[in-house]
């Protein structure tokens, strides 16, 4: 079968997602990354227990350009574009489109089937889904319960926002004073939503909502949004892939593809980080050693490191 993939690769997860020709999904994988290797590897692993062809390879989220270069990947694109692609494919409707994930966050403006407007938060943790897996584990609380036991809260308490710290630490105060941990559950989301829609300076909220992400899977957080919103907010089946989704799509422009195959799973990769102080530009430049052969760079912003690379490769 013919296939193309698509890989999201973010601080806190990597989703792999294979799509045939009419972008039926024929797989999704989400691994908690552990590093990028070993989880791209794990990813590929999975899928290489079917009969498929892989005609295209596209890369998005913030690892994009490392996964690249270890897949053999055709192209990188940004995960705001990958998750719109992938929204308006299932949702030709959709007009705002909200994803929370690990450790950043993105509303998304769409105007007649076009992206007119986008923000994205990844400087603070406040409004992401690494504030519930921290109070999760203060409560003692299964992150994947989180949801489920917010519903049941039966009294509302208001907890601050703006701070993941200072959220953190009134959980601790409402919980030192008695207070049910349910109610304090629905809080926090209350107020991540709260702070997650005040991102939307200059974009226009409006119906209908698709909200994305692992975090979408928490039906306390989907509430939040419904109850801030006035309106319903759609789930989509594959939330916590979406992103990988709207890349195997975005893959679909490559005419030939330069995937490695699915031997690198055995292949021996190392990587060696410096600093390069050849001009002004100070970069952080991290080099990918294939089988003791270089495969590539990133991080060289004049592009010095890219001809080496290239040249490198050639050679070998």
């Not at 797989?27 to 692993?45: A, C, F």
């Amino acid at each position: 079968m013919q296939c193309w993939l698509g890989v999201d690769c973010g601080s806190v997860s990597v989703k792999l997602a294979l799509i045939d020709k009419n972008n039926k999904i024929v797989d999704d994988i989400y691994l908690r990354n552990t590093g990028l290797i070993e989880t791209i590897k794990r990813g590929l692993q999975t899928l290489n227990n079917r009969d498929i062809e892989i005609k295209g390879v596209c890369c998005t989220g913030s690892g994009r350009y490392f996964a690249k270069l270890l897949l053999g990947g055709d192209i990188v694109k940004t995960e705001i574009l990958a998750h719109t692609i992938a929204t308006l494919d299932h949702f030709p409707n959709v007009r705002t489109i909200m994803d929370i994930g690990g450790e950043d966050c993105k509303i998304m403006e769409i105007r007649d089937g076009v992206l007119s407007n986008f923000i994205m938060n990844n400087l603070c943790g406040a409004g992401t889904g690494a504030v519930i897996e921290t109070i999760s584990a203060r409560l003692g609380v299964q992150i994947k319960d989180f949801g489920e036991l917010a519903l049941q809260s039966t009294q509302r308490l208001d907890l601050p926002g703006k701070c993941g710290i200072f959220c953190q630490s009134a959980v601790v105060t409402k919980l030192n004073s008695g207070a049910d941990k349910k109610d304090i559950m629905m809080g926090v989301a209350r107020a991540l939503v709260n702070n997650y829609l005040s991102l939307a300076k200059g974009i226009s909220l409006r119906p209908p909502y698709v909200f994305q992400g692992a975090t979408a899977l928490n039906k306390s957080i989907k509430k939040a949004l419904e109850d801030e919103l006035g309106h319903e907010v759609i789930v989509p089946d594959k939330c916590a892939v979406m992103g990988a989704v709207g890349a195997a799509i975005l893959s679909k422009e490559v005419e030939i593809t330069n995937f490695a195959g699915f031997n690198i799973i055995e292949a021996d990769y190392k990587t060696n980080n410096f600093k390069c102080k050849d001009c002004s530009n100070q970069c952080e430049v991290t080099q990918i050693y294939k089988d003791k052969n270089l495969a590539g760079s990133i991080g060289s912003r004049c592009g010095k490191w890219d001809k080496i690379s290239r040249e490198l490769v050639v050679e070998t």
